[in-house]
């Protein structure tokens, strides 16, 4: 393979003695590509800085899969329109939807009321007119 014992010994060197850094890569569609590279303008950061960013804040990073907090609706008096945020427990908020009017909001309202009927009658098999009866009372059968 090589033509003498000192290249192929300076290859192994090469190989097996640690960088302090390597190049990382990847292949993106034409748009995103686009995308980040005008993100990075706006944050005036190189790809490669960009990229190096989310490594270094994902990689080390546990995940968790499991997130608690709550939803914050906060009122623009500016604007008269709402904003939908989230708190997490750990403090960090992150803003959902913003410039939101009261009709979206009562619409919105309707629909999460109308969401937990239906999850509650599946998973609870309930009639508006049913409670809660004991399994052993009949045996744990429906």
């Not at 890569?25 to 490669?48: F, G, M, Q, W, Y």
């Not at 969401?115 to 998973?123: F, G, L, Q, S």
Request: glycine share 2%.
């Amino acid at each position: 393979m090589f033509e003498n014992i000192e290249d192929e010994e300076e290859a192994i060197r090469e190989f097996t003695e640690p960088k302090e850094y390597v190049s990382v890569s990847t292949r993106l569609p034409n748009v995103d590509a686009l995308l980040l590279s005008i993100r990075c303008k706006r944050e005036n950061k190189t790809t490669s800085e960009f990229i190096r960013d989310l490594i270094k804040k994902n990689v080390h990073a546990p995940r968790k899969r499991f997130l608690a907090g709550k939803n914050k609706i906060i009122y623009n008096r500016t604007n008269n329109s709402f904003s939908w945020a989230v708190q997490l427990d750990s403090g960090q908020e992150s803003e959902v939807l913003s410039n939101l009017s009261d009709d979206f909001l009562k619409n919105l309202e309707i629909e999460i009321q109308e969401a937990i009927k239906e999850r509650n009658a599946w998973v609870h098999n309930t009639q508006q007119d049913s409670v809660h009866i004991p399994e052993e009372l009949v045996g744990g059968k429906e």
